[in-house]
């Protein structure tokens, strides 16, 4: 009898042993867009669809999924009262059960219907970085799978062709000759074709100044890329390529190529480098597709100098982490178009990317994404990087070593490296990275050690939200200690550059975005005013940060830059509260700001800084952020909410006049002019203050591999070309005027840029991931028009319902209207680009 029980017993264990549990990943998850501006108010509705998959059932408690959405803030509301959405912090939020929340069986289920501020745009504002936890496991995750888009839907249309139908814009640009065509890009002062040409080969000798021996080796190492052989600089040779200095402006050359002698005269390192890389351009467009025994450069004379001393590009590395391999990459390629300052965002909110000796903490915690992260186990998953630690864009840092060797690359070409310690506000992964450290050395009992760099106050109260919608990213500006670790940083990075032999002359603070109700709770802040009467508002603590973190930097030889915000009476309004201070401190030291927010709106402040007296960089977001998508299409990359930023918009950039630049707007319509009619002009003093131009790229979206390039290029050959090249002939005149000079110049930049530029960078350093250009088509009765953005783009096309490959037939002007034909542009490596649909 004993035995029979005890056999029961075992087979029941076995039993309940083997009752399987409900497998989470097996769910399936669909998304679908409503209706855009569903209330008049500009907010989304959308559906996502749960279907369990598994054998076994969904329980209707007991459970949590967690996922991100861009840009689309805390007022994401369910449509249900059986599915409840919360705000985690930044844009993670979490979806869970409501008491009434049925189980959900297999093949079975459910839907989440919600809202959402703002407008979905393109495939990246779909939710992303879906996980499950299990209340009764809250250390555990469940990766989901990625969410399909139902495409086939009654409500909102999604765009799917990329560029609209601009035939009758395309038409209007000159499809131009080899001959026609200015071979450099930027653009040179003077540019003279003579006849003949100089051949490079094994017989050409290279002369050079000793001030030019580093780019004497720099030329060396270029021309065995494209020969396989060095050039000897020892003996007898039948022709000679020259470098020899001569007195002119910074970075001047002049580029004199005959039949026996390739000439560089250059006032210093930096012009000999970039007549270099003006001489390179002159080489055959394929030359780098493999290697040659001989290169033929037509003769030419070439004068040049750069329009503006800072040509910068920023790169932010914080949102989502860039290899060490592909910032090289951008550096090699912004090398090629004379661009000279490398602004590297490597921290913010979302990570700290820069190994820092002493304060392990910063990479061990800030440089990782991933679940749990409670009790600053790691950061948050953020912008779909989902629960795991091996998302290469959510997680990763540059080791001191990565650091130097960036440097020494970038010094190489003449690229200044920028850094950017994000303060007060944007300061997240330091905030917690070093609440990690304090609770380490407060378990050991060394309280000093632990507040040494703490970031904030542990009692503040404070209540606010900040644009990309944290509750917790403000450093606590009253405290010794975060000045303590901005010196601590920048200590570091000075042994860094000096290490790397690479010029540190400023450092970025940030300085944006600081949200409204920081500090207003804080006892440390409460605490530091009243031993400072004189400052009373948030802005007076502001304002008394950045006082003393200049004099830090100025400690060290440094100069202070940062953006707008810096110099801003009221940083975070709009409209006329938005007034420049007068800082004696920032006036005497003669700093620089970078000027971001758009010209449309009330909120420009490019002219008035410049008018002020500060040195302005040009960084306006509705002409140079190129995380924008670059056109209306639901499978185009890129931020869309506020609009679209084509190639021509940027290169049409008027920096003395910004209201007669893009004659079209955000929405890719034409601006009504009279919204510029109160706007402030740049004066003739204000005029000396603009120092240059930057682009930027900020990388909430760059989660897969080939997204920088294709974000950035071509449009920092447009960047390149208004920092460099000349004040062009359509700046000077309004109206019709402007647009037929604005026509042929653009004529010449599109020219070389599809037919010589373009096809270049296919193979240069490896070949580069650029944006193809959607081809554009005109039916005229039963015949299909086709034309390109840029001339000399491949387009192929189908007819019988395949997509265009690359063996397919080329389009030659036009094609029968016959079947479902189907467009594609190609690069001369094959790579493709979106697909166009004419008829279906």
Known sequence: ?????????????????????????????????????????GNFLSVLTFKNKSEVTMPSQGWKIYFSLRYHGTKLASGKDEVEIHHVNGELFTISPAANFPPVGPGQSFRLEFTGARKVANFQDVPSGFFWVNNDKPDLAIELTKPSVKRDTNGEKLITTRDGNNYAANATTKDMTDEELIKILPTPIKYTVGTGEFIISKETGLQYSEDFKNEHNYFIDEIEKVTGYKLDTTGKKINYICLRKKNGPSESYTLSVTSDTITITAADAAGAFYAIQSLKQLFPIDSWKTHNRSIAVRNVEIVDRPRFPVREFMLDVSRNFESKTNILRLLEVMSLYKMNTFHFHFNDDEGWRLEIPGLPELTEVGAVRGFPFESNKRLQPSYGSGPGEANHFGTGYY????????????????????????????????????????????????????????????NDESKYTSAQYFNDNAMNVASPAVF???????EELQKMYAEAGAPLTAVHMGGDEVAAGAWEKSPAIDVYKKNNPS??????????????????????????TGWEEMIIEHPQAEGSDRKVIDNKVYRDDSLQFDAWWPVLGNQDMIYPIANSGYGVVLAPFDYFYFDLAQSPSFDEPGDAWIGYLGLQKTFSF??????????????????????????????????KNIRGIQGALWAENMTYEGYMEYQVLPRLLALAERAWAPEPSWTKVIGARRELAFNIDWSSFANRVG?????????????????????????????IFVNNELPG????????????????????????KKGRVQLRAFSTSGRAGAVVVVNK
């Open 399 to 458: 080791s001191r070593s990565d650091f130097i060797e960036i440097l020494k690359y970038a010094t190489q070409r003449h690229i200044e490296v920028i850094p950017e310690i994000e303060s007060p506000g944007h300061a997240r992964a330091a905030i917690r990275s070093m609440e990690v450290r304090y609770n380490r050395f407060m378990k050991d009992g060394k309280r000093a050690e632990a507040e040494q760099y703490l970031l904030h106050d542990l």
């Open 1 to 41: 009898m004993k035995t029979s029980i005890l056999i029961l017993l075992v087979l029941f264990a076995l039993a309940c042993g083997n009752k399987k549990s409900f497998d989470a990943s097996k769910l399936a998850i669909e998304w679908e867009l409503i209706k855009n501006d569903f209330d008049d108010k």
């Open 484 to 490: 303590a670790f901005i010196d601590k940083v920048l």
């Open 535 to 560: 400052i009373k508002t948030p802005k007076d603590l502001y304002a008394d940060f950045f006082v003393k973190t200049t004099g830090l930097l100025k400690k060290r030889g440094l100069k202070i």
């Open 755 to 783: 037919k010589r530029e373009l096809p270049r960078l296919d193979h240069y350093n490896g070949g580069y991931i650029y944006r193809l250009p959607t081809p554009s088509f005109d039916i005229r009765e039963e015949t």
């Open 793 to 816: 783009i491949i387009v192929r096309y189908s007819t019988d319902g395949t997509t265009p490959v690359a063996t397919s037939p080329r389009v030659t002007g036009s094609i029968p």
């Open 654 to 687: 008027d920096p003395f006049d910004i209201y007669n630049s893009s004659p079209i707007d955000f929405a890719l319509k034409l601006i009504n002019l009279e919204s510029y009619k109160h706007k402030q002009r740049l004066t003739e003093a204000g005029r």
